[in-house]
């Protein structure tokens, strides 16, 4: 576990105790969200008790506060009181600002799951923050049999093929990659994006219009539920695949005549792509989907005339 603290992931959820998630932790903390929740509680508490001084605060408190609001039962004290120790902390106390929007972010969660959706939108921080009701948590899943060895090497010979244009060769890369996928019974949300994404890619470039729209609900199937509010390079592929299978699905049928509901319903789909985007975006990543919702746009105000 020292060695590579990713062996967590395959170690059964039983046998993940809290010494042994110590030591992963200890080694590297991205394998947190790989912690179970029976233990977790325990394994923060000794992580702030004895190793503080080897994490950051914000990742200890923040931590703690936001698996015990995704309990199958949120623990909304427990996680309360985590956001109000992040809140409290005066400057030099190493909580950050972000951390402190995080924090708030959190408590407003805990009052829309009250019942209180007015205090909510108080603690909202605004920008690129989601809604509360489009927040959705994760348990850690058990260990699958899975090559993971096999699978980087069709990732590597599709990533060959697509830049050589052999779309053909590449889709079944492809299909392969995503019948390793399904037969593990894998959640790897990264491994999917990845995969799902690139099929959608292929299937456009091949005019094969139905497997495209395939490819995008199963995207949107996979990955609309993950934790993208937590805005760090590991969800990127997940919101970037998002992005371009929503931004499909609401402009695939702009050239054909549709009636002012539908078009409704895609500038939504839309609306959802520009939604995972950062307010600092580069223009010439976002432009297309700008002008994409301005040509939708155009159109509902033409069937709504």
């Not at 039983?14 to 080694?27: E, F, G, M, P």
């Not at 030099?92 to 799951?113: E, I, M």
């Not at 590991?234 to 970037?240: K, N, Q, T, V």
């Not at 500038?267 to 520009?274: T, Y």
Request: with cysteine; aromatic share 8%; net charge negative.
């Amino acid at each position: 576990m020292k060695k590579d603290p990713a062996n967590l992931a395959l170690v059964p959820l039983a046998q993940r105790s809290v010494d042994l998630c110590v030591v992963a932790l200890l080694a590297s903390e991205t394998v947190e969200c790989d912690v179970p929740s029976p233990v977790h509680r325990a394994v923060f508490e000794r992580l702030i008790a004895r190793h503080a001084g080897d994490f950051e605060p914000g990742f200890l408190y923040l931590s703690r506060a936001e698996r015990a609001v995704c309990r199958s039962m949120p623990e909304i004290d427990a996680a309360m009181a985590n956001c109000a120790t992040v809140r409290a902390r005066k400057a030099g106390s190493g909580f950050t600002r972000d951390d402190k929007a995080q924090a708030r972010f959190v408590q407003g969660y805990c009052h829309f799951l009250r019942g209180e959706p007015a205090r909510a939108a108080r603690l909202h921080p605004g920008g690129d923050w989601p809604a509360y009701e489009d927040v959705h948590f994760d348990e850690p899943s058990e260990p699958v049999d899975f090559n993971k060895g096999k699978f980087d090497t069709i990732m590597r010979d599709l990533d060959r093929l697509t830049q050589a244009r052999d779309y053909r060769r590449a889709l079944a890369a492809v299909e392969a990659g995503e019948r390793m996928l399904a037969d593990a019974g894998s959640r790897d949300a990264c491994f999917w994006a990845q995969v799902l994404d690139k099929k959608r890619f292929l299937a456009y470039e091949l005019g094969e219009w139905d497997l495209n729209e395939t490819a995008c609900h199963q995207i949107i199937e996979r990955l609309q539920h993950q934790d993208l509010w937590l805005f760090s390079a590991f969800m990127e592929p997940l919101r970037a695949a998002l992005r371009s299978a929503w931004f499909r699905l609401g402009t695939m049928h702009a050239g054909a005549d549709r009636s002012a509901g539908e078009l409704k319903a895609d500038l939504a789909l839309i609306d959802k792509a520009l939604a995972l985007f950062y307010s600092d975006e580069d223009d010439d990543v976002i432009a297309p989907f700008k002008e994409g919702r301005a040509t939708v746009r155009a159109l509902l105000d033409a069937a709504s005339a």
